[in-house]
């Protein structure tokens, strides 16, 4: 381990000095907030140097950088990770310790930045942690929203949505780099420019326009002096001091420009489900776009001339899902209008500097955009996405001749919409999925015309999840415990060592000592949930967790189902024998989705019935933890026994929450859909509980038309009892309240099919699989092997791997050394 350059009389200099200048306190005076700034500040600038080296370095060979451009970057807490990927864990804690400050509450006093709704958010983090300690040059580019996701309350067990203003204390990570600030353009009208050599290009007159400001965050890679940068851009009025020196027309516009800016950057948008074409999403998308793009194109002309011919050789964009597509057409404006090269050298430089990433299948999460309001917000853009389907439409008619109905179900243009998913595939050189099942849905039925056409664009890129956070640093137990069993601390920069741990999976003092530390996990949990909500768990009971996006297809349902029929079990039959089980939910809903907020009441509701009925006796515990979020995350995966992965198979792309309990030694029960699958080739079936239909006998399912859950209902004694349970007044007083989740199984709701994601389908199969999970459990021995041998075979899923292969396959990316 080389040696940290911040030593422990630094940190305490630091810490009393930034309190003392930044806000005129001493430690005794100071508030939680302000302390956590200073230390924030002292390790920050303790960074600076390899920070500003690897620019250096960067610019010295010109080096190829990727540009994961992304609408959210799920962060979770800088200064923790900062302190474990320095090796500063010690040093920190004396210093803080001799200054008498807890470190912990420091911690805890950060602001955990909500910049994302779930997976794709999270995953663009875990990359970022990757690709520093790995040594690849790389920018994160996104919007610095002024508010994050939702703070989720709940109040009479529903969620109440309240805003995440992150940045109310400062931002002591995030360095304002004006001279990279760069005007946006929007809306006016398009002109044609005759040029010197009779040529015409674009461009704008009467738009409006915002700048765009960057601030710059620190991405600190593990053991390494490479320091790569998160580019959040802000919104600002381009005339924000001289209001008062417009006439009338020009006032109006300014206004009008302070309001767009003031709205650009403020709110993420907090739905993962279905796209509604809001206008203002459209511009937040083109507004980091550009301005990513106009710094990027503006640097590579400084550093290698105008011959853009070589662009992709320098420089690769990664569209994280189809919300940067429009990087496809402003790349092309910024070559055609404002270098003037000609449109077919502009599109091949295109495709070969573009790759994109397909993170649902989910048809309702598909972007398509009005012509109508695209047209007008970007006027320029859309004149280059008509020409565009226009020539790829021509394409279309020399590959399969004139197939009208061919041609309008692949065009990027067609029925008053754009569909960027299509922009994407045609404008990118890679198209991946992000786990195998994912990748081959999409090769052979969601996107097999492409598939067809481009069939050496596709590939799979399992997803990952990074070892630093999501085990050095939220399991110390277990982490202590890996560096004893293999000798060393490799396995934090390279997760296939846990393999090692493998051979000790039936060694019962190994056993001893991986259960005690997951024991202690639970304690700590337990410990947590009672200072935070004043709740006693039985630390002795199977923490049973199923944590994620509030989705019907993720199907909490199911095991709020599976948890009504124990329920109905006990009060029939009190003595029947099961170990007893705490079951944790944690999950936010996107605010206008009704159908998951009842959800989120059911189990609510659930949880107050059973936990409160004396004849359950804490033998069955139901927890509904608000807001979820990375912090809290950090805290429930290394108690889990039991990690819920159970879509609907074929709906979950890959899931990253799976690899992150699995790591973490908690043994899965799920369906084989996304990651899952490739989980359980690792592991192998005896370390994993796999129950329910298949992808195919889902599709195939759903085409036959034949899905009857009236006859479930009536053949299936349990599943008539649970779903009577909510509507016969057991759950609410009026019987009505969750009557909609019943019809919705039995008659379908809304329009929608009776029970569209198949709950009742694989209920049968859930409840057995639980209960071989029961049977598990109740021999230590078994169960400690089967935990260790998740812990001992997750090596795959370190987004060290996945960042490999992206950077060999895709982006054919080198790692540097920074000195
Ligand atoms: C789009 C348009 C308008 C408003 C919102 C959106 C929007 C925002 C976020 C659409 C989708 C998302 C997020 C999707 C997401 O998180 N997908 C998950 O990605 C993970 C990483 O690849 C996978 O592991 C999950 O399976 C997938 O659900």
């Not at 070892?467 to 085990?471: A, E, F, G, I, S």
């Not at 039995?746 to 009776?754: E, F, P, S, W």
């Given at each position: 381990m080389p040696k940290a350059t911040l030593t422990k009389k630094h940190i305490k200099e630091g810490v009393i000095e930034h309190l003392r200048t930044t806000y005129r306190k001493t430690i005794a005076t100071a508030s939680n907030s302000q302390i956590y700034n200073a230390v924030a500040m002292t390790i920050r600038d303790s960074i600076s140097d390899n920070w500003i080296n690897t620019h250096a370095q960067l610019e010295q060979d010109g080096a190829k950088t990727v540009y994961y451009l992304s609408m959210e970057f799920l962060m979770g807490r800088f200064m923790g990770n900062a302190i474990l990927n320095l090796s500063l864990t010690e040093t920190v804690k004396e210093a803080l310790d001799e200054l008498g400050v807890d470190i912990n509450l420091a911690e805890e006093s950060e602001p955990d930045p909500g910049l994302g709704n779930g997976g794709l958010g999270r995953l663009a983090a875990c990359f970022l942690d990757s690709l520093s300690t790995l040594g690849y040059p790389a920018y994160g580019c996104g919007i610095r929203y002024h508010f994050g996701i939702f703070e989720q309350h709940i109040e009479n067990g529903r969620q109440v949505e309240k805003p995440d203003d992150w940045l109310k204390h400062g931002d002591p990570w995030g360095i304002r780099r004006d001279e990279y600030a760069r005007e946006i353009k929007f809306g006016g009208r398009v002109v044609a420019i005759k040029n010197d050599s009779g040529d015409y290009h674009f461009d704008l007159e009467d738009y409006q326009s915002v700048m765009a400001v960057p601030y710059d965050y620190p991405v600190i890679g593990y053991n390494t002096k490479m320091v790569n940068t998160l580019r959040l851009w802000d919104a600002e009025p381009l005339n924000r001091f001289d209001l008062q020196s417009f006439n009338q027309g020009q006032y109006e516009r300014a206004v009008g420009e302070q309001n767009l800016a003031k709205s650009l950057s403020s709110v993420l948008y907090p739905a993962d489900d279905h796209v509604s074409g809001k206008e203002l999403r459209l511009r937040q998308q083109y507004f980091f776009v550009s301005a990513t793009i106009q710094r990027v194109l503006e640097q590579f002309e400084q550093r290698h001339g105008n011959d853009f011919s070589k662009l992709s050789d320098y420089v690769q964009f990664q569209l994280n899902?189809?919300?940067?597509?429009?990087s496809v057409a402003e790349l092309m404006r910024v070559l055609l209008d404002v270098y003037y090269i000609p449109w077919d050298e502009a599109w091949e430089i295109t495709r070969k500097t573009c790759a994109y990433t397909n993170h649902t299948?989910?048809?309702?999460a598909l972007e398509k955009w009005p012509v109508e309001i695209f047209s007008r917000l970007l006027p320029r853009i859309y004149m280059i996405v008509e020409e565009v389907n226009r020539r790829f439409c021509a394409n279309l008619v020399e590959w399969y001749g004139n197939d009208p109905e061919k041609i309008r179900k692949m065009a990027i243009c067609a029925d008053g919409l754009v569909r960027m998913a299509h922009l994407a595939i045609v404008g990118s050189h890679s198209v991946n999925g992000v786990a195998e099942i994912h990748t081959d849905i999409l090769k052979k039925i969601e996107l097999k015309d492409f598939y067809e056409i481009y069939p050496e664009k596709f590939n799979a890129k399992t997803n990952g999840v990074t070892?630093?956070?999501?085990?050095a640093k939220c399991n110390p137990g277990l982490s202590s415990l890996i560096t004893k069993s293999t000798g060393n601390e490799k396995w934090i920069s390279d997760l296939s060592q846990l393999s090692k741990l493998k051979p000790l999976a039936s060694d019962s003092a190994f056993q001893a000592e991986f259960m005690g530390v997951k024991h202690n996990n639970k304690v700590a949990l337990s410990n947590y949930f009672r200072s935070e909500y004043g709740i006693g768990v039985d630390p002795d009971s199977i923490f049973d967790i199923q944590v994620k996006r509030l989705h019907e297809y993720k199907r909490q349902l199911l095991c709020v189902f599976h948890i009504i029929d124990m329920y109905n079990m006990l009060k029939m039959n009190p003595g029947v024998d099961f170990w007893p089980r705490t079951y944790m939910f944690s999950a936010k809903a996107a605010a206008s989705y009704h159908r998951a907020k009842l959800i989120i009441k059911l189990i609510n509701s659930v949880a107050e019935l059973v936990n409160n009925d004396p004849a359950i006796d804490g033998r069955l515990k139901v927890l509904f933890l608000p807001n979820y979020r990375v912090s809290l995350a950090e805290k429930l995966v290394p108690a889990a026994d039991v990690s819920e992965q159970i879509s609907t198979a074929g709906k979950e792309a890959s899931g990253t929450g799976n690899m992150k309990f699995m790591i973490n030694g908690a043994v899965t029960i799920g369906t084989l859909d996304g990651a899952n699958v490739e989980m359980q080739e690792e592991v192998g079936s005896d370390n994993i509980f796999i129950f329910g239909m298949t992808a195919e006998q889902v599709h195939a399912l759903s085409v036959s038309g034949?899905?009857?859950?009236w006859d479930l209902y009536n053949m299936d004694f349990n599943i008539r009892n649970v779903l009577t349970t909510l509507i016969n007044g057991t759950l609410d007083p009026d019987h009505n309240l969750f009557r909609e989740i019943y019809d919705a199984m039995?008659?379908?709701?809304?329009?929608?099919?009776?029970d569209e994601y198949y709950v009742l389908q694989d209920f049968a199969a859930y409840k057995k699989a639980q209960e071989q999970v029961d049977l598990a459990y109740k021999d230590p021995a078994r169960w400690a092997k089967m935990a260790i041998m998740n812990t001992a075979c997750s090596g795959k899923f370190s987004s060290d791997r996945t960042i490999k292969e992206y950077a060999d396959e895709i982006w054919k990316l080198k790692a540097i050394k920074v000195k």
């Open positions: 899902d189809t919300h940067p597509t429009l299948i989910l048809s309702e070892p630093r956070r999501w085990l034949n899905y009857a859950p039995l008659n379908g709701y809304g329009g929608a099919r009776a």
